[in-house]
């Protein structure tokens, strides 16, 4: 089952960044063969925050407006304080000068990625996508990669192009193959996502669809979806993550969150563990990285996926030329502006945002609060922090790196 061109790119991971790499690849003419090691595109709850830069990149593949159609548009968004409803709100419509969607914009990660892998029936002649087949092995040579596949049902195979991508996640297997650095760290905390179809912004005055809340001994998010709210709470002290998953302890949490008398319809419990890594270059050889395979950061300000396709459309971008017979060192360039943007604004704001919610002490939450409001109500301040919130500030001082 040997594959018949040589002459492509390999791109390993059907993930957003995947996916958006083989379509841009495409729509310049460039053939690749997009690797999958599941057979059918997970709808689990990932990443579900689109931020403006992101939707005006994906408007060029003709992604953003059915996203539009499937999503939920959040003009503001707010850290609250849960008992009083005190809240520093900041309002995005700021930026209509510096972006065409002055929002963010609220769709579940899985739809974007079927929405992509729809629109590579279009590019059939350039792209073959290839689910159930498992990277296993790479080697690199002057002019080429040599990538060895495996399927669950013990079929082996090879496929061979002139780059590889790899877009295939935080778990990333070309990553380990390479055997690279993934430096960084791990929270203790375990966040537990919580998806229920309750009402919140019927019970909790002046509830943005994105809100970050301080709590009386804790901390948690709610941000809404098109048919739901996604609800962020953490282990009280002295409870395992186990036991913190019981449905009587969720129903527990969320009824601090809203008493009511009836019980919580809850869609799903899932836990996981936050990390802060990044890679010391994106380019190996004739292997690029990007995405969670390059760097992974705290969910907190929903960043992750916005950063893995920015960094597929740098990438492309560069590649497109290489291809066409630019300079490597074009190669070189993708990493020297991606890479620091990820460390220096991506991980270091999100671990910002992580820090600020997760502060126990009560006088400094205040005194942050009345940092964020006055900053809110001035027209300038907000501006310059929502540019950089909203990965536009990262964007412009990507183009000035050289």
């Given at each position: 089952?040997?594959?018949?061109?040589?002459?492509?790119?390999?791109?390993?991971?059907?993930?957003?960044?995947?996916?958006?790499?083989a379509l841009r690849l495409a729509a310049a003419g460039v053939p690749s063969v997009l690797l999958e090691r599941d057979t059918a595109l997970p709808r689990d709850l990932r990443a579900s925050t689109f931020h403006p830069p992101t939707l005006e990149m994906l408007d060029e593949l003709g992604l953003t407006a059915p996203l539009l159609e499937r999503g939920l548009e959040v003009p503001t968004w707010q850290v609250r304080m849960h008992e009083t409803h005190e809240r520093a709100e900041f309002d995005l419509s700021i930026l209509s000068r510096d972006t065409r969607y002055p929002?963010?914009?609220q769709c579940e990660q899985w739809k974007l990625c079927e929405l992509a892998r729809d629109r590579l029936a279009a590019h059939a002649d350039l792209v073959e996508f290839r689910p159930g087949w498992a990277l296993t092995g790479l080697q690199q040579t002057d002019d080429?990669?040599?990538a060895q596949l495996a399927t669950d049902g013990g079929e082996e195979d090879s496929v061979h192009g002139r780059w590889l991508v790899a877009a295939d996640g935080s778990r990333s297997t070309v990553r380990k193959l390479l055997d690279l650095r993934f430096e960084g760290l791990t929270y203790p905390e375990t966040t537990i996502l919580v998806t229920t179809r309750f009402r919140f912004e019927d019970h909790l005055p002046g509830l943005s669809r994105v809100n970050y809340v301080?709590?009386?001994?804790?901390?948690?998010?709610?941000?809404r979806l098109?048919?739901?709210w996604r609800c962020s709470v953490y282990a009280a002290a002295g409870e395992t993550t186990e036991e913190a998953m019981q449905p009587e302890r969720v129903e527990a949490k969320l009824q601090q969150i809203v008493e009511r008398d009836a019980p919580y319809d809850v869609l799903e419990i899932r836990a996981y563990r936050i990390h802060q890594r990044i890679v010391d270059d994106y380019r190996i050889g004739r292997v690029l990285l990007a995405g969670d395979a390059a760097h992974i950061n705290s969910p907190s300000g929903g960043m992750g996926m916005n950063c893995g396709i920015h960094d597929a459309f740098n990438l492309t971008d560069k590649l497109?030329?290489?291809?066409?017979g630019e300079d490597e060192s074009l190669l070189d360039l993708y990493s020297r502006q991606r890479q620091?943007?990820?460390?220096?604004?991506?991980?270091?704001?999100?671990?910002?945002?992580?820090?600020r919610m997760l502060e126990p002490d009560p006088e400094q939450r205040r005194r942050t609060l009345s940092e964020l409001q006055a900053t809110a109500a001035d027209p300038e301040r907000a501006r310059e922090y929502l540019l950089r919130s909203s990965m536009i500030t990262g964007l412009r001082r990507a183009e000035t790196l050289t």
């Open positions: 089952m040997a594959s018949v061109s040589t002459d492509r790119v390999i791109i390993v991971g059907a993930g957003p960044v995947g996916l958006v790499t929002f963010r914009l080429g990669v040599s301080w709590v009386s001994g804790g901390t948690f998010s709610l941000l098109p048919d739901l497109v030329r290489v291809w066409h620091p943007i990820a460390r220096d604004e991506i991980l270091a704001q999100a671990h910002r945002n992580r820090s």
